[in-house]
């Protein structure tokens, strides 16, 4: 009996998984991103095209509808980027975003804050060099489906 409900488990187990890991980075008849899809990111948080070269990942939701959502935030190619205690989570050899990544200008302002919760995007603040407010993004999930709410843009002239 031990056995069979052993064998049973195991069974049940590996269908799970693999019906889980069917649901990311799929394409729509048209070639499009649609749902689930994990983002790669370098040592500067830069979006990648895939794995080659990342050390860190988050998720993203394709709808056809959300294209700015899921756009690399990040502009700089390099920036001085303070790491978060919170960023051990991995995801097979990725690090998942989770906690505050704090990038610097070059003369010590904050230029970006970027908030992560176990690999889901929750805010991103930039700012000018002279630290006012560039851009504040809210993150937020509704019926399992991220939305990018509370857009501000600011105005470098105000």
């Not at 069979?4 to 991103?33: I, P, Y």
């Not at 560039?134 to 991220?146: A, I, Q, R």
Request: proline share 1%; net charge negative; glycine share 8%.
């Amino acid at each position: 009996m031990k056995i069979c409900m052993l064998t049973l488990f195991l069974v049940l187990g590996s269908v799970s998984a693999l019906s889980q890991s069917d649901t990311l980075n799929r394409t729509n008849s048209d070639g499009e991103k649609t749902g689930w899809w994990i983002i790669y990111l370098d040592d500067n948080l830069k979006q990648l095209k895939d794995s080659v070269g990342a050390t860190h990942c988050r998720y993203a939701y394709y709808s056809g509808l959300d294209y700015e959502y899921n756009k690399g935030i990040i502009k700089s190619d390099e920036s001085s980027i303070q790491f978060p205690a919170s960023d051990t989570l991995m995801l097979g050899s990725l690090k998942l975003l989770n906690g505050d990544y704090v990038a610097y200008h070059d003369k010590g302002n904050v230029k970006f804050v970027l908030t992560a919760q176990n690999g889901f995007l929750t805010e991103y603040i930039e700012y000018h060099t002279d630290g006012r407010v560039k851009t504040h993004f809210v993150y937020f999930m509704h019926d399992g489906v991220p939305v990018r709410g509370d857009v501000r843009i600011f105005d470098k002239d105000e």
